[in-house]
């Protein structure tokens, strides 16, 4: 007959493996060369494994090959009597997938292993999308930081909610204004429009903003540069709407177009002095060829007996004839 104590033994053990097999936390029993003696219900519905499967069977077979290498420097560690806190490696489940695990693992007084983890899979999945788009923002910041540098064009973005407007930093360096993103952008950016041009440039930025359907927005227009002198913008933007249609937000670039502008300006001026000098062709200069051609006419050549003064006549009157065709064609390539 078994003593009393005997049967507390067995009670207690009975316990220790009921607790064992109930914990949440994945929980392993290794002899001290590395093999798995038993693992609980959780370890084995985690990774899909039975008894069969795991028990007598070095833990290192599970492990992922990128993560042996480390793990073997935290086994050696239990092995010098060490506790292991935290650790993470992946194993891998019975369907050939990994899960990543969190160890805490220490010796026992008898030369065996005790190790109890948590999968963590969830919480990597996650932290590796955050870092993914953590690195995705950055690379995004870093192009925009690029792309603003490289271009002339001035970047703006204009928040409508708070009514606060960011400009690139190329609006410093083309204006000369200091770039202050505390100041309400219309006084930001209307104050230094051209006076002749300010009125309807807000009409027609206000009008694109309150309309329901109006997605970009553009104009032209004169702008003060900080040292009083005038620099010529295409401006645009694009408005982004909530799902009311109602605008929350402006994203556009000023572009400096004054040196186009100014080419312009001087083919203008080129034109209108090719004009005036057609108006002299036909006007000034044409009327004394045209009386010199006239006159030619009254000369009779069977009077003048002199052939040499026939013949210089005769010349006469070709040369002035050349000279009405070549005013004539000068008129018709400055009409053209």
Known sequence: MESAVDLKCVDYAAGLDML??????????????????????AFKDALGYTDKDLLGRPFISLVHPEDISETMVQYEALNRNET??????????????????????TQLP???????????????????????????????????????AATKDIIWDWNLKNNRLKWGKAFEANFGYANDVRREPIEAWADHIYPEDKEYVLKSIHAAIDSNEVTFWRE???Y???????????DQGYIIRNPDNKAIRM???MQDITELKEK???IMKQNEQL?????INSHEIRRPVASILGLMQLFDKELIKDSSLSELVSHLKTTTQELDAVIKRIIDKTAD
């Not at 109930?22 to 003696?37: E, K, Q, W």
């Not at 050939?96 to 160890?103: H, T, V």
């Not at 004009?275 to 108006?279: P, V």
């Open 20 to 41: 064992f097999n109930l914990s949440p936390d994945l929980l392993c029993h290794f002899s001290a060369d590395g093999r798995i003696i038993k693992a609980n219900c």
């Open 84 to 105: 292991v806190l935290l650790f993470y490696n992946r194993y891998r489940c019975a369907d050939g997938e990994y899960k990543s695990l969190s160890w805490n693992a």
């Open 110 to 148: 008898d030369g065996t292993l005790y190790a109890s983890a948590r999968d963590i899979s969830e919480i990597v999945k996650v932290r590796r999308i955050k870092e993914r788009a953590e690195e995705r923002l950055r690379l995004n910041n870093e192009r925009y930081k690029l792309v603003t």
């Open 251 to 253: 994203v556009g670039a």
């Open 264 to 266: 312009e300006l001087r």
């Open 275 to 279: 004009m005036e000098i057609a108006q």
């Open 224 to 234: 003060l540069r900080a040292d009083n002198s005038v620099a010529f913008i295409i």
């Open 220 to 222: 032209e227009y004169r």
